[in-house]
């Protein structure tokens, strides 16, 4: 299923891309700040699942920034979609057998530091996985990485001292944090939120991590950013949409494209 899925993409897209990006919620606007050479509708791929979430656009599109080749995803596959971990990072493992080094990945979170704002970007240095399935169990196969891979470094600390200096560079202010991936699709509850920080996170969301193991068992480099859509510390009565996080995430979608424009062209 996998040659097949990237012979159809290889056959479709006029370059060899270096560079893998996934856009999370409502993010998925980066595709205009580079110059487009291919554009395939999910439904179009063999073997590819298909996004069912507002502000998940669904097309894989090719193109160049920076002078690099690159191939982005305009909306993921969440768990909690019904989609197996095998079928979340699918389009991970089919990126690597295209020849991506280097994977970019984006996500809406939950802010869980006092510090933050929403629309404050934050840099992903580590994460807590508390999703209720790790993407390689099974039998691994040996071509796609090893049985036990590291996970010391599953952030390229490379790619967040690029990053934090281009935030400085461009005046676009980077808050950095760990990000815990939790199953969803419900909203924390209170209880929840405190808990989550208390064991060391920053932010809270429904995906990235699966993409992340995925990426690091495939040998690539990796770099991740969240958009805080929303704040654990809410008035009493308000509860959170996923509306609100769509508009939190599209506001502050701007900066998230400086940032990753300034870092492609730094690798």
């Excluded at 599209?250 to 900066?255: C, G, M, T």
Aim: aromatic share 8%.
């Amino acid at each position: 299923m996998m040659e097949e899925t990237a012979r159809y993409i290889r056959e479709h897209i006029p370059n060899n891309p270096e560079i893998g990006i996934i856009l999370g919620s409502g993010l998925g606007n980066f595709t205009r700040e580079i110059n487009v050479q291919a554009s395939l509708d999910y439904r179009e791929i063999p073997h590819f699942p298909q996004a069912t979430v507002k502000g998940h656009p669904g097309f894989l599109t090719a193109g160049e920034c920076s002078g690099k080749g690159i191939l982005v995803m305009g909306g993921r596959f969440h768990y909690y979609e019904g989609h197996s971990m095998e079928e979340v990072v699918f389009p991970v493992r089919i990126m690597a057998m295209l020849g991506v080094k280097t994977m970019l990945i984006s996500n809406a979170a939950g802010g869980l530091n006092p510090a933050f704002r929403v629309g404050d970007l934050m840099v992903i240095t580590d994460h807590i996985n508390l999703q209720p399935e790790n993407p390689l169990r099974g039998p691994n196969e040996e071509k796609l990485g090893p049985r036990f891979p590291d996970m010391s470094e599953p952030y390229s600390r490379d790619l967040v001292t690029k990053a934090l200096a281009a935030g400085r560079k461009c005046g676009v202010p980077l808050q950095s944090g760990v990000y815990a991936g939790v199953q969803g699709p419900c909203f924390e509850t209170p209880a929840e939120y405190r808990f989550l920080h208390i064991i060391g996170a920053d932010a809270v969301g429904m995906s990235t991590v699966a993409e992340v193991i995925a990426s690091v068992h495939a040998g690539l480099k990796v770099f991740a950013l969240s958009v805080i859509t929303d704040l654990w510390v809410r008035e009493q009565g308000k509860p959170v949409t996923h509306e609100e996080v769509l508009e939190a995430a599209a506001a502050a979608e701007p900066k998230l494209s400086i940032i990753f424009k300034e870092l492609i062209a730094l690798l």
